[in-house]
């Protein structure tokens, strides 16, 4: 398991969608899973995924957190 710290719940939230349209499924861990302030988006390696799965997968990572500034991620 690979954790992505993103803080806001709402930006977790968000960044995983974005994610999903992107092919790639994180969940976010929102509170009361983590404190209010530490959602994350969790990402299961396991020995199937081959290098350029990871690299798709942090670029797209990237540009979904990207779209959503931690900034614009209130309600």
């Known amino acids: ?3 992505v710290v993103l803080g806001s719940a709402v ?3 968000r960044v995983s ?3 999903l349209e ?3 499924n994180a969940l ?3 509170f009361p899973a983590v404190p209010e302030g530490a959602a994350r988006l969790r990402f299961f390696l396991s020995s199937e995924h081959e290098e350029a799965d990871i690299r798709a997968a942090v670029a797209a990572l990237v540009e979904a957190a ?3 500034p931690a900034a614009d991620a209130k309600l």
Do not use: Q
């Open 22 to 24: 992107r092919g790639v």
């Open 17 to 19: 969608a974005a994610l």
């Open 11 to 13: 930006r977790a939230t």
């Open 66 to 68: 990207d779209s959503v």
């Open 28 to 30: 976010p861990i929102i």
């Open 1 to 3: 398991i690979v954790p």
